[in-house]
């Protein structure tokens, strides 16, 4: 007699690296300290974004009172052209006085007209800043406290390591050096544990019955290959990776000083 059988199987293959000489350890510190240094240079974008706005703002203030000065001085030159031009009626005065009185007080409606238009300009800025167009023009006159912050008396250096830009910078030696590391650990072969578990049987019936387990489990290792000296310069990379990175941080620690210098020196000769 003839009979037909049918042969089921359910297998699962896994794997674990064990990662003995720490490769993917450091890889996964480098993806970590890039993460962190991301997060740090979009709060370093948000301050610039707010000393920008503060900046315009305190000189949208700024342009009101010119505009004020201007406004006032057009009054103030009016009033002298009446004063001369009764002084050339009774004879006091002659008529190039009245025209150079004329002649000052064109200058200052021209002087009023541009610092309206400064003014406005402020405004427009502070519009585009926060996202705006000209439905954000209707900006109010500023009302600042126009108390001066005291600078203290001693300054440390240390305390740049507080801006979002210098820690970014310093984040990026941390991803570099980690970076640096899992390329030297690449020179290193792989070992994983891999198994294998899963059932086969004679018929589906007995599929999932204790006697049709299988399972497996044993070391694979992998060599690195050394590919026309692809994993030297893959180490070259990484290293030339942290020496930009060091670069960049002292650029940054630079420029930090100095901002902060000149800052220092421009409230000093404001005061």
Same mark, same amino acid.
């Given at each position: 007699?003839?009979?037909?059988q049918s042969h089921a199987q359910l297998h699962a293959n896994l794997s674990w690296s064990l990662d003995l000489f720490g490769k993917q ?9 890039? &993460? ?12 610039? =974004?707010? %000393? ?13 009172? =010119? ?13 002298? #052209? ?29 002087? =009023? ?30 009302? #600042?406290?126009?108390?001066? =912050? ?18 970014? &910078? ?8 980690? %970076? ?15 198994g294998a578990a899963g059932f086969a049987a004679i018929g589906l019936s007995a599929l999932f019955s204790g006697s049709s387990g299988q399972?497996?489990? %044993? ?17 070259? %990379? ?34």
């Amino acid at each position: 007699s003839k009979s037909i059988q049918s042969h089921a199987q359910l297998h699962a293959n896994l794997s674990w690296s064990l990662d003995l000489f720490g490769k993917q350890a450091a890889e996964v510190d480098a993806a970590r300290s890039s &993460a962190d240094a991301a997060a740090l240079d979009a709060e370093a974008a948000r301050l610039a =974004l707010a %000393g920008t706005v503060t900046q315009a703002y305190v000189a949208l203030d700024r342009a009101y009172f =010119l505009a004020d000065v201007a406004d006032e001085t057009v009054k103030q030159r009016e009033g002298v #052209l009446r004063l001369t031009a009764g002084r050339v009626n009774s004879g006091l005065d002659s008529k190039a006085s009245d025209e150079q009185a004329k002649a000052l007080l064109a200058i200052a409606k021209e002087d =009023l007209i541009r610092a309206n238009a400064v003014r406005d300009l402020a405004v427009h800025q502070i519009a585009a800043l926060i996202g705006r167009g000209a439905d954000a023009y209707d900006i109010s006159r500023p009302n #600042l406290n126009r108390g001066a =912050l005291v600078l203290p008396a001693v300054l440390p250096a240390d305390l740049l390591a507080r801006r979002a830009d210098v820690a970014a &910078a310093k984040t990026r030696i941390d991803a570099a050096t980690s %970076g640096r590391q899992a390329a030297h650990q690449a020179f290193y072969p792989d070992v994983n544990l891999v198994g294998a578990a899963g059932f086969a049987a004679i018929g589906l019936s007995a599929l999932f019955s204790g006697s049709s387990g299988q399972y497996g489990i %044993g070391p694979a290792i992998h060599l690195p290959i050394f590919d026309a000296g692809e994993l030297r310069a893959k180490y070259a %990379g990484a290293t030339a990776q942290l020496d930009e990175a060091v670069a960049s941080y002292n650029e940054s620690v630079v420029t930090a000083v100095r901002q902060t210098s000149d800052a220092i020196t421009q409230l000093q000769s404001l005061e």
